[in-house]
Structures are given as structure tokens and as C-alpha cells.
């Protein structure tokens, strides 16, 4: 058979999905009576022992122990406190995640994340962080940061750095910056950013840069610079630069 049973040992808090002869027979027994129905009534969705699922498609996981899956798709993943994921090749719908996350390919939708959060190559729809976020490789649509996030190749289409964010970002690839908080970019390449907080910029390219904050490029080839604030450039080149009223400019070698 093609079925997949949930198998919840009660004893040794273990919960672990596999393929079974008898579906719905939890308790190994060989048959399904009311007893199997107490214990997935009791247990299902939620996990504090270890569960292990393998190409499951699944509605709701409330996770407060460990959890690992594979392939598959969980509509809803809430990973508490104590909570331990780690998910490869999945697709979630949404992902709640105050503990620890480990997402390896797949895709997300949309994420919550007031813990530790790592995600590497797949996709990403909108991300809030006020926890741990770490992005390698992950092509993302929203990234709305208040905390710590780092991020390396990839692309970002929107990230919104606020005023208590700390973004670093390598070589990726950046649609529209809009930061409050304190952003170190290297390499890669930005449309547009706009600042008021601290920005520091190494090599790649920036097309539109409105800084009311405190900007220091280095090497990094620009478009349009508007300032009405502090600017730094060494090397590189800056296309226009507007140096408003209340701007101080200070640039060495560049063109």
C-alpha cells in the first residue's frame, strides 16, 4: 500500500511517519479500533517528542521538541520555543518559528521568525524578523528586519532594515534597500536604497541612493547619489552626485 501512518510511542515520546499496511492502526496492532482513535485524537497535530516526516503532506504542525522532514508539504509549521526543525525540500505554506529552523531547499511563503532561522538555496515569499535570520543563496521577495539578519548570494527584492536592524548582506542582490537601522553591504547589487540609518557599502553596484543618514561607499559603482546628511565614497565612480543643503560630502578618488 501507498498509505502513511502516524505512529505515536507514547513511552518514549517518539511520533515518526512511515509507510504501513493497516492505515490509521497506530498502535500496531493490526487493527484500527477506538483505541487508534484516541491516541490521533490525543497526539495529532501536535509534536513534543521526535517526529521524522517523509513526503507527508500536512495541514498543521505545532513542533516543541524535533522535528525533521523531507520533501512533502506542511501548510502550517509553528516551532515553539524549544522547538528544533529541520525541514529539507519542503514546501510550507507558513512558518512560525520562535525556536530553532533549519530550511534547505523548498519553498516558504511566508515566515515569522523571533528565533534562530537558516535557510539555504529554495525560495522565500515574505520574511519578518525580530530573532536570528541567516539567508544563503535564497531568492526572497520580502525581508522586513528589526534584528540580525545575514544573507550571501542570492536576491532580495525588498528589504526593510528597521531602525533596530542589523543587516549584512554578500553579494546579493538587492531590488530596493529602505534602511533605519545599520546595513553592511558587499558586492552584489542594489536599484535603489534609501537611508536614514548607517549604511556601508563595498565594491558591487548602486543605481539610486537617497541618504538623510550616515553613507560610506567604497569602490562601488553609482548611479545617483542625493545627500542631505553624511556621505563617505573612496574609489569608484558616482554618476551625479546631489549634495543638498544640510549635506556633507566627502569623497576621495572618485570618479
Known sequence: TNAFTAIYDLANKKIFVRHAGVPGDFNSDGKVDGTDFVIWQTNFPNNSGNATLATVTTDTVNNSSTLTAQHGTIAALNNLVAGTATLTDVGV???SN?????LSGGSTNSASNSGT???SGGTLGTLTNSGNAALATVTADTVNNS???TAQHGTIDALNNLAAGMATLTDVATTSLTNA?????????TSSASN????????GTLGTLINSGSAALATVTTDTVSNSSTLTAQNGTIAALN????GTATLSSVA
Open 98 to 102: 520562535a525556536g530553532s529552523a533549519t
Open 196 to 203: 536614514s540609518g548607517t549604511l556601508g557599502v563595498s565594491g
Open 93 to 95: 505554506t507558513t512558518l
Open 147 to 149: 534584528a540580525t539578519l
Open 243 to 246: 549634495n543638498l543643503a544640510a
Open 181 to 189: 537601522g545599520s546595513a553592511t553591504l558587499s558586492g552584489g547589487s
Open 117 to 119: 532561522l537558516g535557510i
